[in-house]
């Protein structure tokens, strides 16, 4: 479909890629990945022919239509959300604009004989090129696809520059949903979705019948759309043929290999300079002295793995316990402008809670944070915190209380106690800022930095009692992962809103869903959450679906039915799935662990220490047996799999 080849970009002295070559076939469902700044948008520019390389080309099948998502710097033609959004159909529009001047024409009584006929024959026409592109979807496809992204049907004639940057995303990417491309390329397209719209995106994107690559933060939305990684490191890219998962252990396990292979060769090349060193005086000994300086100089050399943040680890500062009942929300309602976000709110935080208050954009979650905060007053209601509570709140204006004269390091120094000064620097890498930006004065820092540098602020002050919000917008994956354990680690409490399914789960124990205006809650896990969620989604789309045909209402309970034994059996499925998945994965890693024994047993010179050699041979025999046990594993999940998909 696509083809790179040999690509050479570098701006300035900075190689973005360095002779890379690539292919998009089509139906691929790539991630592509890599830290920020190291040109990922950067590529899918190159693909959509926005910018040229220095070096190489790129060639693109004669049918290919691309759709490229970028994170900001929309450009729209149309003034209303509707009209921009149905702007996809812009040749069915262009037909029916077509016919409703005819009709008018032919309403025009003075008009006879062959003009007259000649309006009949391209009025008949143009109905039929109507109905074989099926001009009846514009309306319901668009509108299907906007209540999707989260708008209601009272927004679609309002004027789009009305709506915020993440909303006029929403708008973007509906558009180019509704155009269908056969290439699909998507720059961080959850970056501005709330937990429902991402669900519905993903049940669009299953539908989709094209290429898709996309570059996110969000691990379950890769996990869920991906079946390749590309990883852009260093000007190369890195093909993995899996998930996001699969790719984070496969790199882990090439990262342990790579270490092996050189610390196996340096204790080799050490060996080989001693024996140079030994003989080099000794004329018997001097065509085998020469053959190990060649052997030494011809070797093509192994490198230690980068490190990677993964490596970091830190603990938010917890202050003295408080009490059990941290916090108590009673009949909380707010307005703005005499409209009414919320209505009796109540809600309640025990000690060593951690608890996810999530629900649509725009349903007023940052403003009931920012109520607990004490940074606005309710209009009715009460707030009381427990016992020894002391709290900290993160929210993305949180930057504006950094102090803009200072440098990154200063502003993060001004906060920290003493004994956590030497480990500074490291929290400060966590959070992408590295090398001499640790030195940039905090007024040149864009705002998702500025964001960054307040949640490693908060890493440094002692509370027992978190509140943040969206507090993953601006980090990527690793970080998000260290984050992650620190709040795992956290004895205090915690109240957070993220739309980030991964950070989520495993973190909270309870859900506080903030729908229609009042609170809905959800004891137990965020993974339990999704799964009502999902099913609910199906169900109304299931609904929506009868409501728009001919079905009769005892066949609509019939289909119901059905679908909710499809949706037992689904979970089963999925189950297996995840199963067959994992013994897939641990094959892949013990197969490759084998290669390398093998490898390393055809090696004459390994004979030469038995004990090596009995240890080798005894971890070939292991990896031989776990294999095996795997295979059969794999065939008997298999076999069930494809019972259960068979019913």
């Known amino acids: 479909m696509i083809r790179l080849n040999n690509i050479g970009l570098a701006f300035g002295s900075k190689t973005i890629l360095d002779n890379v070559s690539l292919h998009i076939r089509r139906n691929d469902r790539i991630g592509l990945i890599g830290p920020n700044g190291t040109g990922k948008s950067t590529l899918f520019k190159l693909i959509c022919k926005l910018i040229e390389p220095c070096e190489g080309n790129i060639i693109l ?5 691309t759709g490229y998502l970028p994170q900001e710097g929309f450009v729209f033609k149309k003034t209303t959300i509707f009209e921009e959004a149905s702007s ?28 007259h006929l000649l309006l009949l024959d391209d009025y008949a026409h143009l109905q039929h090129q109507l109905e074989v592109i099926n001009g009846s979807k514009v309306e319901a496809e668009t509108g299907k696809v906007l209540k999707g992204m989260g708008f209601k049907e009272s927004d679609f004639e309002k004027s789009i520059s009305t709506f915020s940057g993440g909303w006029q995303m929403r708008v973007a990417l509906s558009r180019l949903l509704l155009q269908e491309p056969n290439l699909l390329l998507l720059d961080e397209p959850t970056n501005h ?8 995106l993903e049940e669009y994107l299953k539908e989709f019948d094209g290429s898709l690559i996309i570059i996110s933060h969000d691990r379950a939305f890769l996990d869920r759309n991906i079946t390749k990684v590309w990883e852009l490191e260093n000007g190369r890219i890195n093909e993995y043929y899996g998930n996001y998962s699969f790719y984070e252990a496969e790199k882990e396990n090439r990262i342990g290999l790579q270490t092996a292979r050189y610390i196996n060769q340096q204790k080799k090349i050490k060996e080989v300079e001693r024996f140079i060193e030994r003989f080099r005086a000794k004329n018997t000994k001097a065509s085998q002295v020469q053959s190990r300086i ?6 093509e050399k192994e490198e230690l793995p980068e490190n990677t943040t993964e490596a970091v680890k830190f603990k938010f500062r917890t202050s003295k316990q408080s009490g059990i009942n941290v916090l108590d929300v009673k009949d909380i309602s707010h307005k703005y402008d005499g409209n009414l976000i919320f209505h009796d709110i109540c809600l309640s935080i025990e000690r060593g ?33 427990g016992h020894n509570v002391l709290y900290d709140y993160f929210a993305q204006e949180h930057a504006e209380k950094l102090n803009s004269n200072n440098t990154l390091l200063q502003e993060i120094e001004s906060v920290s106690p003493f004994h956590m000064i030497p480990h500074i620097r490291r929290i400060l890498g966590a959070f992408l800022f590295s090398g001499d930006d640790v030195f940039k004065p905090v007024s040149v820092l864009s705002g998702g930095e500025k964001s960054r540098l307040s949640l490693a602020k908060m890493l440094l002050k002692p509370t027992n009692f978190l509140i943040m919000d969206e507090p993953t917008n601006h980090i990527d994956i690793a970080t998000k992962k260290i984050l992650k354990n620190a709040l795992l680690d956290y004895d205090g409490s915690l109240l957070i809103v993220s739309h980030d399914r991964n950070f989520l789960d495993g973190l909270v124990s309870k859900v506080y869903e903030l729908r229609n205006g009042n609170i809905h809650v959800h004891l137990g896990s965020f993974g339990d959450f999704l799964e009502k969620k999902e099913a609910n989604l199906h169900i109304e789309t299931l609904e929506s679906n009868m409501n728009n045909s001919s079905i009769k209402p005892e066949e609509a309970g019939s289909q119901k039915q059905q679908y909710l034994l499809k949706k037992e059996q689904n979970a089963r499925k999925r189950k297996l799935t995840k199963e067959l998945q994992n013994v897939e994965e641990k094959t892949s ?5 084998k290669k390398e024994l093998d490898r390393t047993l055809l090696d004459t010179s390994l004979y030469s220490d038995k004990e090596k050699s009995i240890e080798i ?3 070939y025999k292991v990896v031989t047996q776990e294999l095996n046990s795997l295979y059969n594993k794999w065939e008997i999940i298999h076999a069930e799999l494809e019972s259960v998909s068979d019913n």
């Open 61 to 65: 099948a004669k049918d290919t239509s």
């Open 88 to 115: 996809a159909f812009d040749d069915i529009l262009h037909i029916k604009s077509r016919i409703d001047k005819i009709h008018t024409q032919l309403e025009d009584a003075s008009l006879q004989g062959e003009d």
């Open 193 to 200: 979705l709330d937990i429902d719209s991402i669900l519905w």
């Open 294 to 299: 060649l052997m030494l100089e011809k070797m």
């Open 353 to 385: 809670e951690r608890v996810a208050l999530v629900g649509q954009n725009g349903s007023g979650k940052s403003t009931l944070l920012r109520i607990i905060a004490g940074l606005e007053q309710p209009h009715s209601g009460t707030i009381k915190t």
């Open 589 to 593: 890693l013990l197969e490759t662990q």
């Open 617 to 619: 041979n005894r971890q």
